[in-house]
């Protein structure tokens, strides 16, 4: 095996494909700190994409937002959005808003026949899960759901490896991620410690979903069953059972994927599959603010590989607006995205009940 057939061009975009169509207009639902300065910044730089339309329940935001790109030409409400205003202004939606909100905002921009790129994790519920994947099946819009992690390079690169068997066989997938929120948003009030718009929990659904779904995308499966425990001690986690957690996703033909969050410890992140012959590491892994690393191990050899960083936000939004230039659809769909949403629900009911879920 020529490893450098796989490393070199590290940041290679192998989904790519030429056209003089374009740019994707997007009208960008949402306007927390994630939408504000990542975002949009990462559409201004996008070769592929521009901002048009920004859209907030609050007027006055939506009108300091409208400032944040030379392209922005509209600031609309929420409400004026369900009522088409601006309509013609955008061709895509990109839709940022907590959890459990997600589904209102896909059907609207379905309806209207816009492309749907929709945050993860697709939305609060199974259920409500469900009615995204019917609406853009129903309109029949292409839509994708932001798992950024499968538009990284590190995590591209560590696919193709595992695919031509460098590895060897997968055995078992480690990964971590945790931060702290209580840091992050003092006040104790963020969306994120609510049910009612996070969904069933905190750090699951937030945060332990980047290792969740890296694992399926490395993998190229789905988990069988689940097992998990967590537990909440903050006061600002009063109504979340999982300021801290760990589960394991068996997956078919016996391997298992390990991985455990926080919502309150260091920043930390990592993945690794461990193979019959060997592992390959990205750590860090899943924050956009580190430097991706990349480490392969093989029999006694080693390697360490630097490469180029990019944006993972521009490169989602690039790979999201090249699929839509030239006829493609994109992935992860809808569909993709539904699994997680048991995978999360099932974590949930594992750790409350102290018993493995399983998910056939």
């Known amino acids: 095996m020529e490893l450098s057939s796989y490393l070199d061009e590290f940041a290679r975009r192998d989904w790519e494909e030429p056209t003089e169509e374009g740019p994707v207009r997007f009208a960008m639902v949402g306007m927390g700190w994630w939408t504000r300065t990542q975002a949009i910044p990462a559409v201004a730089e996008s070769d592929y ?20 790109a030379d392209s922005i030409e509209h600031a609309i409400t929420g409400e004026q959005f369900h009522d088409g205003v601006a309509a013609d202004a955008y061709d895509a939606v990109y839709v940022c808003t907590p959890n459990a909100t997600h589904l209102e905002y896909v059907e609207t921009a379905a309806a209207l026949g816009k492309a749907v790129l929709c945050e993860k994790p697709m939305e609060g519920s199974v259920e409500r899960a469900r009615g995204i994947v019917d609406a853009v099946a129903a309109h029949d819009v292409p839509d994708m759901v932001a798992y950024r992690m499968q538009t990284e390079p590190a995590v591209r690169r560590a696919k193709e490896l595992l695919e031509a068997g460098f590895i060897g066989d997968p055995v078992s997938v480690h990964g971590h991620m945790s931060q702290r929120l209580p840091e992050m948003f003092p006040d104790g009030k963020h969306w994120r410690y609510r049910r009612d718009l996070a969904g069933p929990g905190s750090t699951v659904t937030d945060i332990g979903l980047y290792p969740m ?7 190229d499966a789905d988990p069988v069953a689940v097992s998990a425990t967590m537990a909440s ?3 600002a986690f009063a109504d979340v059972p999982d300021e801290y957690a760990s589960f394991t996703m068996h997956f078919p033909d016996d391997v298992f994927a390990t991985c455990t969050a926080s919502q309150n410890a260091a920043q930390s992140s990592h993945l690794k599959v461990v193979g019959t012959e060997g592992e390959v590491t990205v750590e860090p892994a899943f924050f956009h603010r580190q430097d991706r690393g990349f480490r392969l191990a093989r029999g006694d050899a080693r390697l360490a590989v630097e490469f ?22 994109p992935h992860p769909d809808a569909a993709h995205g539904l699994v997680d949403m048991r995978v999360i629900e099932a974590v949930y009911e594992s750790a409350e009940r102290g018993a493995t879920v399983s998910l056939t």
């Open 213 to 219: 779904n890296t694992a399926r995308f490395l993998l």
């Open 308 to 329: 180029e960083q990019v944006d993972q936000m521009r490169e989602e939004f690039d790979y999201f607006g090249n699929h839509l230039l030239t006829g493609r659809a």
């Open 233 to 235: 001690e903050h006061e």
């Open 49 to 68: 994409c521009e901002t048009t339309v920004v859209v907030s329940r609050s007027e006055e935001k939506a009108a300091e937002a409208a400032t944040l």
